[in-house]
């Protein structure tokens, strides 16, 4: 049983009984002398910082109370049965974790039978509490990172490469230092029609390419315009000749497609407002199960949006707290998929004739940019429609140092629905790489105290 390793190895293996008692409750055995035992010895360790002894424990056993001569004498027959047996840490850990699991989902199942049948005070309520609780036991030995003691660890980490999802786009890569990391939120900022979903479904068709597998939720558009942009965009066709492409034509297209990349490219779509993390959640579990799909990447168009799961939005919550919420939310699914998550934002009404776009012009909630990993601006003009372009200006980088190409432009092809890389000359008079600090009033003061002491410097020679 495993009980009965458990026991033998709180007694014999240190180093297991430190990873497993803070843990362990008495709840979880079912023998009421297992139940009696576990406490004899979560006692002692908590009380002499050590494991007891067979002897310590058959000497505590004397000041237990509740128990009779026959549960006595069993107890002492229990700890003399205590042997020293050798057993990998790793697996018992893994095993104990599992059996812990196992007894909390029973003891909450059985909790709610009493509460539904009226043998309990407490009232139905509390059973999804009870099953919550249940479900998230774990045993998470990690209490903090020590600086001293773990330098070798940090240094590890300093030079691993870190798993990211590159763009095709080269400024992009260069900002992000080579594309999205996992677990980060990366949010677009735009005016109505400047190219937001446009950006989503390139950079959708361009991770489809690489090999990765892409799931894009759509709550703005239908599945099939979403797939008619990113048809237009890796067929090379313009949006409005998809329609008079022959079908023997269509097919041999797509079927060139297939045979270029290993990725899978899933779009679903929710109706406006009617989904947020939660159904995203199920969804992947869904997609997981029925076509063994695991994302990549996970596009969102768009957040504003979404909804919220843990919140109804009314006269009691406002628009910052209710788009804060969805941010967080749709963070947090991407740090449990292990995945980067791309969405958008509209800009406020001023911001949209706005040619200089900040956080500030953030529209509904300044948490959202609070939230995100990584914001850019989406920018257009007439001058920049002429030419061809969309202007990228950073608003927020945890990746890199946002005043390092801050702005720069990428060429757009509406019609096929496609961002490409120009030429370095269109960049020239756009990137401005001067740190901002030596932008700034201070910045320039400095700089004239170091050309005015150069000054007489050079006079004193």
Same mark, same amino acid.
């Given at each position: 049983?495993?009980?009965?390793?458990?026991?033998?190895?709180?007694?014999?293996?240190?180093?297991?009984?430190?990873?497993?008692?803070?843990?362990?409750?008495?709840?979880?055995?079912?023998?009421?002398?297992?139940?009696?035992?576990?406490?004899?010895?979560?006692?002692?360790?908590?009380?002499?910082?050590?494991?007891?002894?067979?002897?310590?424990?058959?000497?505590? =056993?004397? @000041?237990?109370?509740?128990?009779?001569?026959?549960?006595?004498? +069993?107890?002492?027959? &229990?700890?003399? $049965?205590?042997? %020293?047996?050798?057993?990998?840490?790793?697996?018992?850990?893994?095993?104990?974790?599992?059996?812990?699991?196992?007894?909390?989902?029973?003891?909450?199942?059985?909790?709610?039978?009493?509460?539904?049948?009226?043998?309990?005070?407490?009232?139905?309520?509390?059973?999804?509490?009870?099953?919550?609780?249940?479900?998230?036991?774990?045993?998470?030995?990690?209490?903090?990172?020590?600086?001293?003691?773990?330098?070798?660890?940090?240094?590890?980490?300093?030079?691993?490469?870190?798993?990211?999802?590159?763009?095709?786009?080269?400024?992009?890569?260069?900002?992000?230092?080579?594309?999205?990391?996992?677990?980060?939120?990366?949010?677009?900022?735009?005016?109505?029609?400047?190219?937001?979903?446009?950006?989503?479904?390139?950079?959708?068709?361009?991770? =489809?390419? @690489?090999?990765?597998?892409?799931?894009?939720?759509?709550?703005? +558009?239908?599945?099939? &315009?979403?797939? $008619?942009?990113? %048809?237009?965009?890796?067929?090379?066709?313009?949006?409005?000749?998809?329609?008079?492409?022959?079908?023997?034509?269509?097919?041999?297209?797509?079927?060139?497609?297939?045979?270029?990349?290993?990725?899978?490219?899933?779009?679903?779509?929710?109706?406006?407002?009617?989904?947020?993390?939660?159904?995203?959640?199920?969804?992947?579990?869904?997609?997981?199960?029925?076509?063994?799909?695991?994302?990549?990447?996970?596009?969102?168009?768009?957040?504003?949006?979404?909804?919220?799961?843990?919140?109804?939005?009314?006269?009691?919550?406002?628009?910052?707290?209710?788009?804060?919420?969805?941010?967080?939310?749709?963070?947090?699914?991407?740090?449990?998929?292990?995945?980067?998550?791309?969405?958008?934002?509209?800009?406020?009404?001023?911001?949209?004739?706005?040619?200089?776009?900040?956080?500030?012009?953030?529209?509904?909630?300044?948490?959202?940019?609070?939230?995100?990993?990584?914001?850019?601006?989406?920018?257009?003009?007439?001058?920049?429609?002429?030419?061809?372009?969309?202007?990228?200006?950073?608003?927020?980088?945890?990746?890199?140092?946002?005043?390092?190409?801050?702005?720069?432009?990428?060429?757009?092809?509406?019609?096929?629905?496609?961002?490409?890389?120009?030429?370095?000359?269109?960049?020239?008079?756009?990137?401005?790489?001067?740190?901002?600090?030596?932008?700034?009033?201070?910045?320039?003061?400095?700089?004239?105290?170091?050309?005015?002491?150069?000054?007489?410097?050079?006079?004193?020679?």
């Amino acid at each position: 049983m495993i009980e009965n390793t458990i026991f033998n190895n709180l007694v014999f293996n240190e180093e297991f009984a430190r990873k497993t008692l803070p843990f362990l409750k008495a709840d979880y055995f079912q023998n009421k002398l297992d139940k009696v035992l576990f406490k004899l010895i979560d006692e002692y360790v908590t009380k002499y910082n050590s494991i007891p002894t067979k002897a310590a424990l058959i000497v505590e =056993l004397d @000041s237990v109370s509740g128990t009779n001569d026959d549960e006595h004498k +069993m107890l002492v027959d &229990k700890v003399n $049965e205590i042997k %020293d047996e050798q057993a990998d840490v790793k697996w018992l850990v893994d095993q104990t974790e599992k059996y812990c699991q196992d007894r909390a989902i029973y003891n909450a199942i059985m909790s709610s039978i009493q509460i539904i049948n009226g043998n309990s005070q407490d009232g139905k309520g509390k059973i999804p509490a009870l099953l919550s609780d249940a479900l998230g036991v774990s045993f998470d030995t990690h209490i903090g990172h020590d600086f001293l003691d773990d330098f070798e660890s940090r240094f590890e980490f300093y030079h691993q490469k870190e798993k990211r999802v590159p763009f095709d786009l080269d400024y992009f890569n260069t900002i992000t230092k080579g594309g999205l990391p996992l677990k980060t939120l990366n949010v677009a900022l735009a005016g109505t029609g400047v190219g937001k979903s446009l950006f989503m479904c390139h950079c959708a068709a361009a991770n =489809l390419m @690489s090999g990765k597998n892409v799931l894009y939720i759509t709550m703005e +558009m239908a599945e099939e &315009k979403i797939a $008619e942009r990113i %048809d237009a965009n890796l067929l090379n066709e313009p949006m409005d000749m998809l329609s008079m492409l022959p079908k023997e034509a269509y097919d041999k297209k797509i079927e060139r497609i297939k045979n270029k990349t290993l990725g899978k490219l899933i779009i679903k779509e929710y109706p406006t407002a009617s989904a947020g993390a939660a159904h995203f959640r199920h969804l992947l579990g869904e997609l997981k199960l029925k076509r063994n799909f695991v994302p990549d990447i996970i596009y969102v168009d768009y957040l504003n949006i979404c909804m919220s799961s843990r919140l109804k939005y009314g006269s009691n919550v406002n628009s910052y707290t209710y788009i804060k919420s969805i941010a967080e939310e749709i963070r947090g699914l991407a740090v449990e998929f292990n995945v980067p998550i791309v969405s958008a934002t509209q800009t406020t009404r001023s911001g949209y004739t706005n040619t200089d776009l900040g956080l500030e012009d953030t529209s509904e909630s300044f948490g959202l940019p609070a939230t995100a990993d990584f914001m850019f601006a989406l920018i257009t003009s007439e001058e920049l429609e002429d030419l061809g372009q969309i202007l990228v200006k950073q608003l927020k980088n945890r990746y890199n140092d946002p005043s390092h190409h801050r702005k720069f432009v990428v060429g757009v092809d509406r019609s096929k629905m496609r961002l490409y890389n120009v030429e370095q000359s269109a960049q020239d008079d756009i990137i401005d790489d001067t740190p901002l600090f030596d932008r700034s009033s201070s910045g320039e003061r400095i700089k004239q105290e170091r050309k005015f002491d150069k000054t007489v410097f050079d006079e004193f020679k």
